[in-house]
């Protein structure tokens, strides 16, 4: 099989060139990362804790085995309904005015987070995981939307790299905090003392860091607006009918499906690694340790990205896709057939140097190299005129997949449990790399069907 993937034959796109000067689009750009990483942390701070609390905390079982699916599908499922909204919003209006007031609307929803977990109800945190996670659906196809009105093609691959890099140091940060606030908010006993909850530190975090991301955000270069005929529509759905049938007609709807299964696979994958606190229950690990390895997932993808637009240079590089899917499968195997062991060494690093981190590692890393070039090909392929709808719809795919996830891991997981005392939720791992493996060759079928090759794709 050829190792290079003809894209830009089957659809020529444009040439993309930085609509401000070039010190303004580096000062955009950077003020995009910061706003991009300052809201990343917090969507991951929110819901990092939430998980935590309905695993082994202060809300144990009020959302039943597998609760862990339902907060993920809080966060899904406005990204499923708003996406085209958002989309329709970013083609027809500046994509830095609506980042600024989506970044202004995260201060209430912060404040409702900080009533929630200060009054100990549930409900009333998982709206605001809802309404931020609506606001972060809205926020998508505008941040994504304008890199190209940042950066020319040729630094395309590169300024995805950057930014998903940050965006995971965002994760690494978000689920480090979270692990730490969630033994402050809901302390487990340590040698039979129970430590006093600290009830508002959740809350304050969430706050500060959203209040952050409106500093951030103002430094945003102005953008010119986009197309004032672009008309909103009622049904949520319609604006992704017409998006798919629009993309059906070039390679981005497969690059669309092909980036969406991913997120699907990855979807898998954070709602097992928390479980690790069950994994390794022999060594009495707590969830700040095991919010360490969701940590090296974050770095893992970080630098993964960072390298995969490096090697990209001054263009994509789409045979990284196979490159990146087969590493993902070698590491999910290894996850899943490694014994729960760690080394004889301190809490923390014990983790850290375990061979569960080291694969984890090798998974994100090899994350990087799968995503970066389907991110960089959709936002160069999709006409200037439609992108911010192409990339909503793109967003929607992704985050279908991600709610397909949470309502499969509920009902996958009583499967790996023999009893309440034996259980294997790290065998999920095994799941997903038959499900990466099958969907890769799937997608290289698909692209040799279309008469397509792996080039790399240049301005």
């Not at 929110?46 to 695993?55: D, E, F, P, Q, R």
């Not at 809205?138 to 304008?146: L, N, S």
């Not at 390679?251 to 097992?272: D, H, K, R, T």
């Amino acid at each position: 099989m050829s190792d290079q993937l003809e894209i830009a034959s089957a659809l020529p796109g444009e040439v993309q060139t930085p609509l401000t000067s070039e010190s303004q689009s580096v000062r955009g750009f950077m003020a995009l990362v910061l706003t991009q990483f300052f809201g990343a942390t917090n969507d991951n701070i929110l819901k990092g804790v939430l998980i935590y609390m309905v695993i082994d905390g202060s809300w144990t079982g009020q959302l039943g085995v597998g609760g862990q699916g339902v907060v993920s599908l809080c966060l899904t499922l406005p990204f499923l309904l708003l996406s085209g909204f958002g989309g329709q919003v970013a083609d027809r209006h500046s994509k830095r005015n609506i980042s600024v007031l989506m970044k202004f609307a995260e201060i209430p929803i912060a404040l409702l987070a900080l009533i929630g977990f200060w009054t100990g109800s549930l409900s009333l945190t998982l709206a605001a995981l809802v309404a931020l996670s609506s606001q972060s659906a809205i926020f998508g196809p505008a941040k994504y939307g304008m890199i190209p009105e940042l950066v020319s093609t040729a630094q395309l691959s590169r300024a995805n790299g950057l930014i998903n890099m940050m965006t995971n140091v965002a994760v690494i940060v978000g689920t480090l905090a979270a692990g730490q606030i969630s033994d402050a908010y809901s302390p487990l006993p340590s040698a039979g003392i129970l430590a006093e909850p600290n009830l508002l530190l959740p809350g304050v975090v969430i706050l500060l860091v959203a209040l952050a991301g409106v500093a951030s955000v103002m430094f945003l270069t102005p953008l010119p607006s986009g197309n004032r005929l672009v008309t909103y529509t009622r049904n949520p759905f319609s604006a992704y009918v017409w998006s798919i049938r629009k993309m059906a007609e070039s390679p981005l709807l497969l690059i669309a499906l092909a980036s969406g299964y991913f997120y699907f696979l990855a979807g898998l994958a954070l709602l097992i690694i928390p479980e690790y606190t069950i994994v390794l229950k022999a060594y009495d690990v707590s969830r700040a340790e095991v919010s360490v390895l969701l940590g090296v997932l974050g770095i893992a993808i970080g630098l993964g990205s960072a390298v995969a637009g490096f090697v990209s240079g001054q263009g994509i590089r789409p045979r990284l896709i196979p490159c990146g899917a087969f590493g993902i499968t070698a590491f999910f195997i290894l996850l899943g057939t490694m014994p729960a062991t760690l080394p004889d060494l301190p809490p923390m690093w014990r983790i850290l140097f375990c061979s569960h981190s080291a694969f984890i590692l090798g998974a994100g890393f090899s994350a990087g190299f799968y995503i970066i070039p389907l991110q960089a090909l959709l936002q160069q392929l999709a006409p200037r005129a439609e992108r911010g709808r192409f990339l909503g719809t793109s967003n929607a795919i992704a985050f279908a997949f991600l709610s397909a996830s949470a309502v499969l891991y509920p009902v996958m997981r009583p499967a790996f449990s023999k009893s309440e005392l034996v259980q294997h939720p790290e065998r999920i791992f095994l799941v997903c790399a038959g499900l990466m493996a099958v969907g890769i060759v799937v997608f290289l079928l698909q692209l040799r069907s279309s008469k397509l090759t792996l080039s790399p794709v240049t301005a």
